[in-house]
């Protein structure tokens, strides 16, 4: 849904956010703290259209639309999926958008979930983001294809 670009003037909230800023190249913390004026009169509307999407049955895909002002790799998905939820989806609806949604919608018939004989590409997080979304910010572990990347 891309909700993050119309919400640029909440990245400087992930910029200065603890337990991501540290993972934060000086750069894109700067693009994060950038902002768009004028979006404000589409930020409800893009809030309900996802409301009304989900209602409707139409699968929502993740995704943040990096790196336009207030946006950033990574970092922003926290953010699309913390709005997914301000929408009206639960947290699993959310990260069911972030996961196998999209895998299932590009066909990427490998990745999407944790099954025997697919890629291990996993974030690992402190808490539970089924029941509090802000929780994937908390990441311990990246795995990505069964290695472990650094933090």
Known sequence: MTLAVYHSCEGVKLANDPRLEPKLEARWRDVLCERVDGQEQFQEYGLAAVRLLRDAGIPILAGSDSA?????????????????????????????AATIAPAKHFRLCDRGRIAPGLRADLVLVEGDPTADIDATRSIQEVWRNGIRLPC
């Open 68 to 96: 336009n002002p207030g946006t950033t790799y990574g970092a922003s998905m926290h953010h699309e999926l913390e709005l997914l939820v301000r929408s009206g989806l639960t947290a699993t609806e959310a990260l069911t």
